[in-house]
DNA sequence: AATGGTCAAGTCAGC
DNA sequence: GCTGACTTGACCATT
């Protein structure tokens, strides 16, 4: 079992996600953004090796606006060295990387030209992964989008739209159950028809269940994940007492962590991604005090 | 230096 | 139809 989690490194004050708004990108910030952006990915991959922590999500803004017209950088080529390095010592060490674009990366939306924008937003990603040489268990995880009135229709045409999407990306794609909108049974369904994995997330089931028994949803869940996938990868988070349904707690429930580990345990290996606010303080604290079997 | 406002993009609820 | 929430941090402008 892997471990990880997103973007952000506490401990060592380092992020992948150095960005600017709009109207001050230019080609030297994005150079001088992209840059230590990667400086800080490679220290934190070395942290997380120290700590034996083998996932890791990258920012969408490794490459700040890679996937708007503003940035007109050729990055794979002129970062080519610090790609090469970086992806060389994730591999050598077996770790597995991932992107999950935000909200706004809609593939189901019935407007083309946010459809488009998703795709280049996909591509970006997959694109930043296949430059590492990552082998096709590093993933973009992506939600299944708005529901518009009508889930069938939307569904129906996110998996039309996947069926579009060239190999490249395809292999790349998984699909996440949402807290509001789309449950672990519709991302099964897509799956079906699309062959894309399912990430399991326990804060959004525990927001939106929908239909079908937890044990027979995991099984199905994990039995989504081929041999080129790697293993399944589950998201882990707790509820913020203080804040809405759905918000990350700043550090993991440790009851509710042994609860769901024992759960996922006994379907097989599986990955987990911790989401919690503090970041690689809440997995160090989950770890430290609370040892995990099979880690 | 500190602080408060702003930020590519979408969807949805509430008015 | 329009506005704000969502979530989040990091940057940017102003002081």
Known sequence: ?????????RLTGRTTNHETILRAATPDKLRALTRQNLA????????????????????????PFASHPVNTLDWQAEFRHDLDEIGAFARQHDMRLSF?????????????????????????SAAFLDALGMDTASKIVIHLGGTYGHKPAALARFVEIVQT?????????????????????DALWVSERTGLPVVFDNLHYAANPGPGALQDLLER????????DGPPKVHFSSQALDGRIGNHADYADPDEFREWLARWTQLGNFDLMLEAKAKDEALLALTAEHPIPAY
């Open 1 to 9: 079992m892997r471990i990880g989690y997103p973007c952000v490194s």
């Open 100 to 124: 999950h674009p935000g909200q706004y990366t809609v593939l189901n939306s019935p407007d083309p030209q946010i459809v488009r924008r998703a795709i280049e937003e996909i591509t970006y």
């Open 40 to 63: 800080d990915l490679r220290e934190i991959l070395r942290h997380n090796l120290a700590h034996g922590w083998l996932l890791f999500r990258i920012g969408s803004s490794v490459v």
């Open 221 to 228: 869940v994990f039995a989504t994940w081929k041999a080129e």
């Open 165 to 185: 999407l060239p190999h490249s990306l395809r292999r790349r794609l998984v699909i996440e159950n949402d807290e509001r909108s789309y449950t672990p049974a």
